[in-house]
């Protein structure tokens, strides 16, 4: 037996909601046909939006959406975007595919598909290719209440109220698809471009430095040291650095298969996805350098899987299958993201629709939920709760080269006081008893859900739950606390009140 310790006098940091947060890339079928299929579809819509995806994301509490990309946020010109459908200029996608961008999906349909989902917005700018008067301009386009250019088209156009826009990106990935910059004359150009992404409410835009890959240490450090010590830049300069991690099981030229895969390589894709928190507390380390007072947020913008495509897709579409492998990645992370509330205030799977880790899969008129959408729902309570200290025993489990801890925990303490434990169990074939104590609380009430399944399950589009949530009911409550009995291959959200 293991034990599982809630410290509940020692209150840490508030998890942002938005560590729930989701992207959407012009990339495959995630924004065409995944969330948007225009108004004269057969496909069940509202102003072009799909119905089922709509309220599936609903359902999961999607805090925030991260638009319109990627690599392809630095080639996007938004004013392609707007105006009226007939007339909005064709171009190639030519990261993803090469196939023709219609521009059918733009601005106006961006903030519309926010506001059914009732959740923030999230822009990344072009600094690639584009200019600071383009970007400037898109902010007052957005965001300006008065007379000017951008607000007069905006108001042409069909909107007379600007949006709301909660976090910009002044460029995405620009130590590569962004422009292959250099850390230091990127962060010179960050400053420029930031300055004249102006405020034009009181609400002051969240703005987004690019920041590292995996352990690129040099680039967050010589970036951080370009923008210099808080207090040596006005507080506007910046509010967050990003950071991408995508775990890939083999090398790139060969990433492996999203189903079909050995225990082998299951115990390697963990091992991988669990580097995310070596990562972020090297990356936070050197951030406590310049910004002790975790103002700078870290902001996990890119993470997830990724395989090799489903055999028979196009190879630019990144368009894979989604296995109860890839509930444990994301259970772990969102573990890892809640333990690092502190510094880390959004982070966004990659992504949202039919691409790479996708919480949902369409083909059609049809939809199917993947695994990962149901940790997303196990884990919803946590936005927006309190983190608690907690303490969990552990093993070391895996294979001769990969090992990882077996389990993996965070906890948090709701509005009302009921204790929200997010478990996951790593193993693929040993089920574990653990005895959740919490100092200081008497145990209420307990209910749970649980996912569960063999490492491969998945569901497809003739088999539509063949992963999906369970009550859980094999704990016992006992006067000193609560013993679950946790299966291999799981993960389980449990509630004491
Ligand atoms: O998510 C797919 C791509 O991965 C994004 O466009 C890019 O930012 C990253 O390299």
Known sequence: MKRLVINTIEKKSKISKDIYGHFSEHLGRCIYEGLYVGENSDIPNVK???KDVVEALKNIKIPVLRWPGGCFADEYHWKDGIGPKETRKKM?????GG???????????FMELCDQLGCDTYINMNVGSGSVQEMSEWVEYLTFNGLSP??????????KEPWDVKYVGVGNENWGCGGNMRPEHYANEYRRYSTYCR?????????IMCGPNNDDYNWTETTMKTIGKRGTYTSDLISGISLHYYTVPG????????TDFTREEYYTTIRKAYKIDEYITRHSDIL???????EIGLIVDEWGAWYDVEPGTNPGFLYQQNTMRDAIIAGVSLNVFNQHSDRVKMANIAQLVNVLQSVILTDGENMILTPTYHVF????DHQNATLLASYIENETIGTETDKIPMLSQSVSVLEDGTINITLVNMSDDKAEEVKVITVEKTTGEVSGKILTGEMHDHNTFTDKEKVKLADYTDFKVESDGVVMQVPAMSVINLKIK
């Open 48 to 50: 072009g939006m799909r």
């Open 92 to 96: 190639i996608n030519t990261h993803w």
């Open 99 to 109: 196939v023709t961008e219609d521009n059918s999906f733009g601005t106006h349909e």
């Open 150 to 159: 951008m607000a007069k088209m905006r108001e042409e156009n069909g909107r």
């Open 199 to 207: 405020n034009y409410t009181d609400k002051k835009l969240y703005k």
């Open 251 to 258: 090398v790139w030229e060969h990433k492996g298969s999203a």
């Open 288 to 294: 406590n350098q310049y910004d002790p007072e975790k």
């Open 377 to 380: 729902d196990l884990y919803k």
